[in-house]
Structure formats: structure tokens, C-alpha cells
């Protein structure tokens, strides 16, 4: 996939269009659900908000109040659109770009249904007092079993479907079997300790860390990697470049995504080894970042998405790889002791989240959907104007809300390094930047709304088209006198 | 051993990496050794701490005192000494925070004594600190029609928080409890330079 050249990548268009049909279900069951899940997260994040615009607002509701909205917010994003857009980027892999037979059909919609089962009933959860407060692993005990069996049930076959269709030159492959192979692991051994009486003190706190880092770099990090190889091929002609380069990077990502976590716990009840070993990793996956990022500039240069219509998918992937590279950069910067001092704990922190979950993990998983979802359906995206309107509204939203949240982060890192300065002084001074990120986080909102609005206009059309063509083949049939059902 | 099982073995195994330095070799050296002098936590401020994670305050709050040179957390008064393991050891809930949107919590039973500043912090944050982005918890106070004189833990509002005539607000079991676990909060001795933010 990875080597996939001009040539070897035009006939995989028709082809896939003409197996469209057998993927329609699979990936919209998978798909539909995620994109519902996205308005979620963005809803609850626009009402967090505007929470701190006025904490007063819809604050006589406990399961509306700030500390329950915003971790709901964040799990929705991740369990609810990152996996399933995960799990369909593997989905896409096994099938060859659609052109091979699916035979997990019914796994697929198992998954779904029981994925979406779980996360409703955690989400609700989190929103009614049920959450443990442990970031990524907040999901109240009772949603576990049916999630971890939707996982599995999608998880096992594909991992198997990889392996048996391997590919040496795949970087894609590498990365997507990581992600996919991570999240049961790590989740699974993560929610059997928590739940070990035995296990307690601050080893809860690495091991919570350890998922937490683990899950964005080497699980939805792993995916957003394996998507970028799979789709550059298919946006400018030629593969990343370096292959011998990515292969490195595969694995220091691998490792170092897993020892990254405790770069959070700087100054905290940690021993020193902990905490370096964090700090140190953070800057190794930065080096890895820029290995894979090279690579993509490379190719990018002179490529035929640079020459030829305006196309989203290429647009989508070019944002998210830059985020990559500042969000990874960032992530190490902010861990080193000499500026965590000023920085740990404060919004510049939430800043180089917000830079990872939306504007590379999200750009990117937007990127693989303008692609893959035309090709499924057997339509081209109705409408070029809306899928610009979602990437600029995207774009300006995730780099004000980045660029407020970061410079506000700065002033409140300066105001609590200052002791003779009350801590509430401190917030009172951020709050002119919390309060404008409202602004941006309603333009991304706004731009979910539209990839909302546009992706249901190409399913209705994909639809009609397909009656039409179901009743012509029924009156052909029918006029050359064969049975029909 | 063909090629992609060498890969999906290598992921296994750098996932086990991750797993045996920074979950179990920190359960093994860092977690409890022998049961603490105090006995692990029990009753009303163990349910609080469930109330504390369920309503997200470690959203806002950290429960943390970094040593001096990588912050001013001691200077600010909020603990005599950085945090160590051993305060924490009974704990399964450990809410070391994310994000300080308010004052680290880690030593706040020592700086605060007194349940009526927290229940009145709780039901209207800006009564004790104007202009705040702290939430109210007024979800977790009752009102209860007034027989007699107040009961002892009815909060005395006035305006436009004040209840109808013939009406207390009074803390509910979860209100309770939350402060009764802000009061056990006590993890670093208080040293005679603390000072209350």
C-alpha cells in the first residue's frame, strides 16, 4: 500500500466504487454513530465552555456541571469517533481500498450496535456522578464489558486479516496493527487492576497515565499514522518518503508512545527515573514525528494534490500532519522541568491536547472519511463548497482556540509561579482567554454540524441513485422474463 | 517466525515495556508495603472522595505539592513539604488533577477548619470568591421546610439565594461527605510559614 504508485492506484478507484455496495453497511454502521458522537463532544465541550464564560449557566442540573461535561466531552471524542474511524482505516486497509470482499459483515454490525450500547450507558454515566475521575479510563466500570466485546469482536478478525495479507513494504499496516492490538491489551490489563482492591496509591496514578498517553500515541496516534500512509498514496500519486526512515520511526513510536506518560507527573510523588524516562520519551516521539513527517513533506513536494482542484481530503491530511509535528514538539517542550515549573497545570497543557485530539487526530480521521466515504457509497461529495466550509471553519477554530488557550496558559503559568499573587487573582486574569475560546469552539461546532449535514446529503443521494439502479435492473430483468423476487 | 508476527510481537512487547516500569514496578516500590499507622480511610470521607471523582473536581483541582524548584506551591502555603508516595498509599482513588483552575487540595483540611466556609463555597462560589469560574454545587443541598429554629447546619442566605419563608437549605449526604473528605485532606503537616490563599 504503502508503494503504491500513480498507475497501480487508478484502476483501485473503479474497482472500489463497484464494490461499494458489500462496504456500504459495515462502514456506515460503523461510521454513522461516530459522526453523532462527534455533534456530542462538541456540544458538551461548547457548553463547557460557555460554563466558564458564566459558571452560572444551567448550573441548577448536576449532571450539566463543568467537572462531568468536559471529561464527557473528551471521552465522546475519542471512544465514540476516534475508535470506530479507527477501526474503519483497518477496515479499509484489509479490503484493499474496497476492492477485496468483506467477510465480517455481521462482526461489524455487532460491534457497532454493542460499542454504541456501552458508550451510551458510560457517557451517561460520567454525565449522572458515576465517573471514577481517572481521564481516559473515566468510563464507569458497567460499560466495559460490552465495549471491550465490541472491540474485540471487530478487533480479533482484522488484526488476523492483516497479518495474513501482510504486506513487507507497509508502513500502514504497521501502524494500524499497533492501534489495533494497543487498546485491548492496555485497556484490558488498565481495567482489571483498577479494579484490583489490591492495587492503590500513587501506582494508580502511573498506571493512569501510562493509558492515557498510551491511548493517544499508540492507539489513536497508531491509527491517524497508518492513515496518513495509507492515504498519501492515494492524494499526490507517490508513498511517504524514507520508508527505511518510517520503519524506525514505527518503532520508537511503539515503544516510546508506552513510557511517555509519566512526563505528566513531573513534581509529583514520583521517583525521578519515572518522571525522566517520561520527559525523555515525549522528545523521542518527537524525533519519531518528524522521521514520519519528513517523509510526508517529501512526497508533498510537487505532488498532483498541490497541482490539481481544491481536494479535502489532501487539505485535511496536510492540517493534521502539521499539528502532528507542533503538538508532538509541544508535548516535549512543556515536560522539561525548567519550563514545567511555569507551565504544568495550567490551559497551554489543554492547548497542546486540544492540538492533538482535534487538529491531528481529527483533521486526519476527517481526511481518510472524504476519501473513503465516496468510494463506499459510489457518489462523489455533493457539495466541494461544504466540505472548504468544514475545513476552514475546522482549521480557524482549532488554531484560535490552540493559539487563546496557549497564550492565556502562559500569563496563568507566570501568575502561579508568583506566590504573592492569590491564586484566584491568577484565574481572574486567564479568564478574558477562556472566555474568547468560546468563539472558536462554536466555529468547530459549526464545522461538525456542516461535515454532519454533508455527509447525510451524500448517504440520501448514494440511496436514491441506488433505487434508481435496483429498479432498472428489476425492469431489465422482468422484460428478458426471469423470476424476480 | 515469518515477518508480521515478528511485528505484532514487537507491539506486544513494547506494550509489556511500558506495563512493567510504569504500572507494575510502581505497584511493587510504591505501593503499600505494610498497612499505614493511621489505618486506611473509612466512612463519610471515603464516600466523599467518590463524590469528589463523580463530580469531576479534580477537572480544576490538583492534589499535588511540587518541591520548590518546580513551583511556588510550597511558597504559596499550600503544603510545608513536596508530596510523597506514603501519604497517598491507602488511596484507590488518587486524584493528583490535570488542571489548576483553583487551589491545590492536597493539604486544604489543614488551611481550612471550618465546614460552614466549605458549604457555603459550595452551594454559591462567588459569595466567598467574586467573579469566579468555580461551578455551584447546589444540586447537593436540600431544601427543607423550617420547624422551629434552623438546624445546625442550615446555610444563612440572604438576596436572591435566600429560600421562600418557612424554608432552610440544608447540606445533603453528599455535601456532607465531600466536606468531610476536603477535611481529612491532610497530607503534608502545615509549617509555620504556610500561608491561607
Given at each position: 500500500m504503502a508503494n503504491m504508485s500513480e498507475s497501480e492506484e487508478a484502476p483501485v478507484m473503479t474497482a472500489a466504487s463497484e464494490a461499494g455496495s458489500s462496504l456500504r453497511g459495515p462502514f456506515l454502521w460503523l461510521l454513522g454513530p461516530a459522526t453523532v458522537w462527534l455533534w456530542v463532544a462538541t456540544i458538551l465541550a461548547l457548553l463547557g465552555s460557555l460554563k466558564l464564560v458564566d459558571?452560572?449557566?444551567?448550573?441548577?442540573w448536576g449532571w450539566l456541571t463543568f467537572g462531568r461535561i468536559s471529561p464527557a466531552a473528551f471521552l465522546s471524542f475519542v471512544y465514540g469517533f476516534g475508535v470506530p474511524v479507527g477501526l474503519s482505516a483497518a477496515l479499509w486497509a484489509v479490503t484493499k481500498g474496497g476492492r477485496l470482499p468483506l467477510l465480517g459483515r455481521r462482526w461489524c454490525l455487532a460491534t457497532s450496535f454493542l460499542w454504541n450500547v456501552g458508550l451510551w450507558g458510560g457517557i451517561t454515566g460520567v454525565l449522572a456522578?458515576?465517573?471514577?475521575?481517572?481521564?481516559?479510563?473515566?468510563?464507569?466500570?458497567?460499560?466495559l464489558p460490552s465495549l471491550g466485546l465490541a472491540y474485540l469482536l471487530s478487533a480479533g478478525w482484522l488484526v488476523a486479516a492483516l497479518v495474513s495479507q501482510?504486506?513487507?513494504?507497509s508502513l500502514a499496516s504497521r501502524f494500524l496493527l499497533l492501534g489495533l492490538v494497543w487498546i485491548p491489551w492496555a485497556g484490558g490489563a488498565a481495567a482489571l487492576m483498577l479494579h484490583?482492591?489490591?492495587?492503590?496509591?500513587?501506582a494508580v496514578g502511573s498506571l493512569e497515565w501510562w493509558f492515557n498517553d498510551g491511548l493517544l500515541y499508540a492507539g489513536l496516534g497508531a491509527f491517524a499514522l497508518g492513515i496518513v500512509y495509507l492515504l498519501v498514496p492515494v492524494s499526490l500519486?507517490?508513498?511517504?518518503?524514507?520508508s527505511g526512515l518510517g520503519r524506525i520511526a514505527f518503532w520508537a513510536w511503539a515503544l516510546f508512545a508506552n513510557l511517555a506518560?509519566?512526563?505528566?507527573?513531573?513534581?509529583?510523588?514520583?521517583?525521578l527515573w519515572m518522571v525522566s524516562l517520561g520527559v525523555s520519551s515525549r522528545f523521542l516521539l518527537w524525533v519519531a514525528a518528524v522521521a514520519v513527517g519528513v517523509g510526508f513533506w517529501v512526497a508533498a513536494r510537487g505532488g498532483a494534490a498541490e497541482k490539481g482542484d481544491w481536494d479535502p481530503s489532501w487539505h485535511f491530511l496536510r492540517f493534521g500532519m502539521s499539528s502532528l509535528l507542533v503538538a508532538a514538539g509541544l508535548g516535549a517542550l512543556l515536560a522539561l522541568p525548567a519550563w514545567s515549573r511555569y507551565?504544568?497545570?495550567?490551559v497551554l497543557e489543554e492547548a497542546q491536547l486540544i492540538l492533538f485530539l482535534y487538529g491531528f487526530l481529527g483533521m486526519t480521521f476527517f481526511s481518510l472519511l472524504y476519501t473513503l466515504l465516496p468510494r463506499v457509497l459510489g457518489r462523489?461529495?455533493?457539495?466541494p463548497t461544504l466540505a472548504k466550509a468544514h475545513f476552514l471553519l475546522s482549521s480557524y477554530g482549532i488554531s484560535f482556540l490552540v493559539g487563546l488557550l496557549a497564550a492565556g496558559g502562559l500569563f496563568q503559568g507566570v501568575g502561579l509561579d508568583d506566590?504573592?499573587?492569590?491564586i484566584h487573582e491568577v484565574i481572574v486574569s486567564l479568564l478574558p482567554f477562556l472566555r474568547s475560546a468560546a468563539a472558536p469552539a462554536t466555529a468547530l461546532l459549526a464545522a461538525h454540524a456542516v461535515f454532519g449535514l454533508h455527509l447525510l446529503w451524500l448517504v440520501v443521494e448514494s440511496g436514491s441513485s441506488r433505487r434508481v439502479e435496483e429498479e432498472a435492473a428489476l425492469a431489465g430483468s422482468a422484460r428478458e422474463g426471469v423470476r424476480t423476487p | 517466525m515469518t515477518e508480521p508476527k515478528r511485528v505484532l510481537l514487537g507491539i506486544l512487547l513494547a506494550t509489556g515495556v511500558g506495563w512493567l516500569l510504569l504500572v507494575w514496578m510502581p505497584l511493587r516500590k510504591?505501593?503499600?508495603i505494610r498497612p499505614s499507622a493511621d489505618g486506611a480511610p473509612f466512612g463519610r470521607a471515603v464516600i466523599g472522595g467518590k463524590v469528589y471523582a463523580a463530580n469531576g473536581c479534580a477537572s480544576c483541582h490538583t492534589q499535588v505539592i511540587r518541591p520548590p524548584n518546580l513551583g511556588s506551591d510550597i511558597a504559596r502555603g499550600w503544603g510545608a513539604r513536596r508530596s510523597l508516595p506514603v501519604e497517598y498509599q491507602?488511596?484507590?482513588?488518587?486524584?493528583?488533577?490535570?488542571?489548576?483552575?483553583?487551589?491545590?487540595?492536597?493539604d486544604v483540611g489543614e488551611r481550612r477548619t471550618e465546614p460552614h466556609w466549605y458549604y457555603r463555597l459550595l452551594y454559591d462560589p462567588r459569595t466567598v470568591?467574586?467573579?469566579?469560574v468555580m461551578p455551584s454545587y447546589r444540586y447537593l443541598f436540600s431544601r427543607v421546610p423550617l420547624l422551629g429554629s434552623p438546624l445546625p447546619d442550615a446555610l444563612s442566605l440572604s438576596g436572591r439565594d435566600a429560600p421562600p419563608p418557612g424554608f432552610q437549605v440544608v447540606p445533603g449526604p453528599k455535601a456532607r461527605a465531600l466536606v468531610a473528605y476536603l477535611l481529612s485532606l491532610k497530607r503534608v503537616p502545615l509549617g509555620e510559614t504556610g500561608k491561607t490563599p
Open positions: 459558571p452560572r449557566f444551567l448550573g441548577a456522578g458515576e465517573s471514577r475521575s481517572l481521564s481516559w479510563l473515566g468510563l464507569p466500570t458497567f460499560s501482510w504486506e513487507k513494504t484490583d482492591p489490591a492495587v492503590r496509591g500513587v500519486g507517490r508513498p511517504v518518503a524514507f506518560g509519566t512526563a505528566h507527573l513531573v513534581g509529583g510523588p514520583f521517583p507551565v504544568h497545570y495550567t462523489p461529495w455533493p457539495s506566590p504573592d499573587l492569590p | 510504591l505501593g503499600p491507602e488511596e484507590h482513588i488518587v486524584p493528583l488533577g490535570v488542571l489548576r483552575l483553583g487551589p491545590d487540595l492536597a470568591y467574586p467573579g469566579t
